[in-house]
């Protein structure tokens, strides 16, 4: 199982960003994908995540309006794109991936419910 993150970088308030997770190893259309994020010295939170079908997104309140997610099963892989960003959403961005059973659109929310990561990919927002 390999969740590969990238599109990271260094950009200025106010400007956007794609973050894309390339997945192999695992049939991905069974499985939920959830941005994940963690900012120096705080806790990794739930950003946006994504059912298998891609019917069913869920966003945590600061990104619902600043951020789409959407998913490729055909590429097996899963995108954030990321508007109005601020220094605030500076952090490392990590993709994870969730199990789907009986074909629930269910998108867990919470880091136990995810059982594959990847190696997590730095947004710095600069002011």
């Known amino acids: 199982v390999q969740l590969v993150e990238s599109g990271g970088g260094l950009v200025q308030a106010g400007g956007s960003l794609r973050l894309s997770c390339v997945t192999s190893g695992f049939p991905f259309d069974d499985y939920s994908i959830a941005w994940f994020r963690q900012a120096p010295g705080k806790e990794r939170e739930f950003v946006a995540g994504?059912?298998?079908?891609?019917?069913?997104?869920y966003y945590a309140a600061s990104m619902k309006r600043r951020s789409t997610i959407s998913r490729d099963n055909a590429q097996n892989t899963v995108y954030l794109q990321m508007y109005s960003l601020s220094p605030e959403d500076t952090a490392v961005y990590y993709c994870?991936?969730?199990?789907?059973?009986?074909?629930?659109?269910?998108?867990?929310?919470?880091?136990?419910?995810?059982?594959?990561w990847g190696q997590g990919t730095q947004v710095t927002v600069s002011s």
């Open positions: 994870a991936a969730s199990q789907t059973y009986n074909g629930a659109l269910y998108v867990p929310r919470t880091e136990t419910e995810y059982d594959s």
């Open positions: 994504i059912s298998w079908n891609g019917d069913n997104a």
